[in-house]
């Protein structure tokens, strides 16, 4: 009874390291699947043209626009927000006017909220509202930047669908200027939209000229790619632990086991069993061992992983994640623990077929 016990205990030890290592694979293989998606969505995306990584330092000179075709201009600057009677104070926004010449979005921002109109994204109403600020009854608010502050009417929210960030406030260009005297004639950044290079001519060649940087909206999705492919890379650590794991779990259990039935063990080589056979008896227990916990543990894992992702929606995390269930997820944890039972397993094994030797020889 306690034999069995301790086996059974073992079994389910050895299930959840493997179910970690399967869960681990089947997460990683889908972020791998989702990162693929994604960036077959964008490779024919825009390209972003900027002076600095920081958007909101970026300076990029207006005469570069006469170089250019198909383009959105975008000034851009770190604000803080107040409310006109100075009893509400939220910082790290960003205030944002928009330059669309040949209708992109078919939203011309400098032209469209003209005067001391703002409109403002679903994000920053919700956050204003939680800051005490009714937006149907207010709508004056101060925005303030390193340089000047200027006063807006909170006139709409621009359209959800819109390809920027809805916590930006949009402002006009003139509005822009004074808060960022900087600004004047000058651009935080440009997004290219769908550049014909033998139309218009080398694109890099007229960044080049004048001192800018370019990125393609793919290099983002590069950024995710390369870190899962780091992750998919590292798996081995896991692999390995794993592994170092479930071999002493097999090589303890074993070795118990071969204490508790030593009196079997006499009796057998008294029978005339030969080494073999109590090497290939010790030796497939420890396998069975490891074959039952490999299969419970991949079941585990793949419903582990598959809960994690369906629990955190409940959380309000949205993951665009589906744990990837293929044959390697499969293989590798059962493969895994068949290698660690045989190792963790033979180990003790051939020190039992050799307990009555070390006997008769003395």
């Given at each position: 009874m306690?034999?069995?016990?301790?086996?059974?205990?073992?079994?389910?030890?050895?299930?959840?390291?493997?179910?970690y290592l399967?869960?681990?694979?089947?997460?990683?293989?889908?972020?791998?699947?989702?990162?693929?998606?994604?960036?077959?969505?964008f490779?024919?995306?825009?390209?972003?043209?900027?002076?600095?990584?920081?958007?909101?330092?970026?300076?990029?000179?207006?005469?570069?626009?006469?170089?250019?075709?198909?383009?959105?201009?975008?000034?851009?600057?770190?604000?803080?927000?107040t409310?006109?009677?100075?009893?509400?104070?939220?910082?790290?926004?960003?205030?944002?006017?928009?330059?669309?010449?040949?209708?992109?979005?078919?939203?011309?921002?400098?032209?469209?909220?003209?005067?001391?109109?703002?409109?403002?994204?679903?994000?920053?109403?919700?956050?204003?509202?939680?800051?005490?600020?009714?937006?149907?009854l207010?709508?004056?608010?101060?925005?303030?930047?390193k340089?000047?502050?200027?006063?807006?009417?909170l006139?709409?929210?621009?359209?959800?669908?819109?390809?920027?960030?809805?916590?930006?406030?949009?402002?006009?260009?003139?509005?822009?200027?004074?808060?960022?005297?900087?600004?004047?004639?000058?651009?935080?950044?440009?997004?290219?939209?769908?550049?014909?290079?033998?139309?218009?001519?080398?694109?890099?060649?007229i960044v080049?000229?004048?001192?800018?940087?370019?990125?393609s909206?793919?290099s983002?999705?590069?950024?995710?790619?390369?870190?899962?492919y780091?992750?998919?890379d590292?798996?081995?650590?896991?692999?390995?632990?794993?592994?170092?794991?479930?071999?002493?779990?097999?090589?303890?259990?074993?070795?118990?086991?071969?204490?508790?039935?030593?009196a079997?063990?006499?009796?057998?080589k008294?029978?005339?069993?030969?080494?073999?056979?109590?090497?290939?008896?010790?030796?497939?227990?420890?396998?069975?061992?490891?074959?039952?916990?490999?299969?419970?543990g991949?079941?585990?894992?793949?419903?582990?992983?598959?809960?994690?992702?369906?629990?955190?929606?409940?959380?309000?995390?949205?993951?665009?994640?589906?744990?990837?269930?293929?044959m390697?997820?499969?293989?590798?944890?059962?493969a895994?623990?068949?290698?660690?039972?045989?190792?963790?397993?033979?180990?003790?094994?051939?020190?039992?077929?050799?307990?009555?030797?070390?006997r008769?020889?003395?």
């Open positions: 306690k034999s069995n016990k301790r086996i059974f205990t073992t079994t389910i030890g050895i299930a959840f390291c493997l179910a399967t869960g681990t694979i089947a997460i990683a293989g889908g972020l791998h699947d989702s990162t693929e998606k994604v960036s077959a969505t490779d024919q995306g825009p390209s972003m043209i900027y002076s600095n990584e920081d958007l909101s330092k970026s300076i990029i000179d207006s005469e570069i626009l006469l170089e250019l075709d198909n383009y959105i201009a975008v000034k851009f600057i770190n604000i803080s927000i409310n006109a009677d100075q009893n509400m104070y939220m910082e790290g926004l960003y205030a944002a006017s928009i330059f669309d010449p040949m209708g992109n979005i078919a939203f011309d921002f400098p032209n469209e909220s003209a005067g001391n109109n703002a409109f403002l994204g679903n994000i920053s109403i919700n956050r204003l509202k939680a800051n005490g600020f009714d937006t149907s207010d709508s004056r608010l101060i925005l303030e930047s340089y000047n502050s200027n006063h807006i009417n006139n709409a929210s621009y359209p959800p669908n819109l390809i920027f960030p809805n916590d930006w406030i949009m402002v006009s260009e003139e509005k822009m200027i004074e808060l960022s005297p900087g600004l004047d004639n000058n651009y935080s950044f440009l997004i290219i939209y769908d550049w014909d290079e033998e139309a218009n001519g080398d694109l890099q060649g080049d000229s004048h001192g800018l940087k370019i990125r909206t793919t983002v999705v590069a950024f995710f790619e390369s870190g899962i780091q992750v998919e590292n798996l081995w650590a896991i692999v390995l632990t794993t592994g170092m794991i479930v071999i002493l779990l097999v090589y303890s259990i074993m070795s118990i086991e071969i204490q508790f039935h030593k079997t063990i006499d009796n057998l008294g029978l005339g069993a030969k080494r073999r056979v109590i090497i290939g008896i010790f030796t497939l227990k420890a396998l069975f061992i490891t074959m039952a916990g490999g299969i419970l991949i079941a585990l894992g793949i419903c582990v992983a598959n809960g994690v992702v369906s629990i955190s929606s409940l959380f309000g995390i949205n993951t665009i994640i589906i744990p990837l269930i293929k390697d997820t499969l293989l590798l944890p059962l895994l623990s068949l290698m660690a039972g045989l190792i963790g397993g033979l180990l003790p094994s051939l020190k039992a077929s050799g307990i009555v030797d070390r008769d020889a003395r």
